[in-house]
């Protein structure tokens, strides 16, 4: 999966620029981070609760 994503990356810095290789970098770790949380691995509400514990 690393492998496919680095390709990724490294063809909208080729062919899109900087800006085009932020989006796909923002969206790739947003779509991980959501996975994460639908498959209960990751407590999102733990994450961003303004209670210290």
Request: charged share 10%.
């Amino acid at each position: 999966m690393g492998l496919a994503f680095g390709t990724v990356l490294g063809l909208a810095g080729a062919f899109g620029g900087f800006v085009a290789f932020g989006l796909v970098l923002f969206l790739g770790l947003a779509g991980f981070v959501a996975g994460r949380a639908m498959e209960g691995e990751l407590d999102l509400g733990a994450m961003f609760s303004r209670r210290s514990v």
